[in-house]
């Protein structure tokens, strides 16, 4: 995995470049849970749940299909006062679904460990993209604070920090300029 708060930062830079204006406090810490509840899967190494099990780390909570039931539960159950098929709903829908979407993806532009179960619970098989330049993040804390820590972070504000903060830059521009014209 890239690390939580990498997570946590491309679900804040997609609300800031595209969410709108006057978005509810709660938009925030959901997108936050969106990006990141997937890594909460860990927890199955506890309960010995094989890392390659439908339901062990970077398995079926891993899935864009898991984000999409994500996305309906969260709109069911806090945002049931916006107009439900609304141009407003679709956005909190499809942005949910994204955020939780992309923590997957990600994953699967990791260098190590095991693939992501990207089409499940179609098939448990396991991705990787072709190319995977975003270096893996250690599961625990402690390898974290080494320099295999540093080199993982080092590699996420390259490929992940600065991509999100630059298209969050050009989305408020083109925002900015529509705005005025
Ligand atoms: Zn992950």
Redesign the pocket.
């Known amino acids: 995995?890239?690390t939580v708060i990498t997570?946590a930062a491309v679900a804040v830079a997609g609300g800031i470049a595209f969410g709108p204006r006057d978005v509810p406090h709660h938009f925030w810490p959901l997108a936050i849970l969106c990006a990141t509840l997937?890594?909460a899967?860990v927890m199955g190494f506890s309960f010995d749940i094989p890392y390659h099990h439908f339901l062990g780390?970077?398995g079926f909570f891993?899935s864009p299909f898991f984000g999409l039931l994500l996305s309906l539960f969260l709109m069911g159950v806090f945002f049931r006062e916006v107009e439900l098929l609304s141009a407003k709903w679709f956005f909190y829908f499809i942005f949910f679904f994204f955020i939780a979407a992309s923590?997957?993806i990600?994953?699967a532009l990791t260098d190590g460990g095991l693939g992501?179960a990207l089409l499940s619970p179609f098939t448990n098989e396991r991705y990787f993209f072709p190319w995977t330049p975003i270096k893996v993040s250690p599961i625990s804390v402690q390898a974290f604070l080494s320099k295999w820590g540093w080199s993982v972070f080092k590699s996420e504000l390259l490929w992940i920090w600065l991509p999100s903060f630059t298209i969050l830059v050009l989305a408020r521009i083109i925002r900015f300029v529509a705005v005025r014209n």
Do not use: E, K, N, V
């Open positions: 995995m890239p997570h997937a890594d899967d780390h970077r891993h923590h997957g990600l994953d992501i």
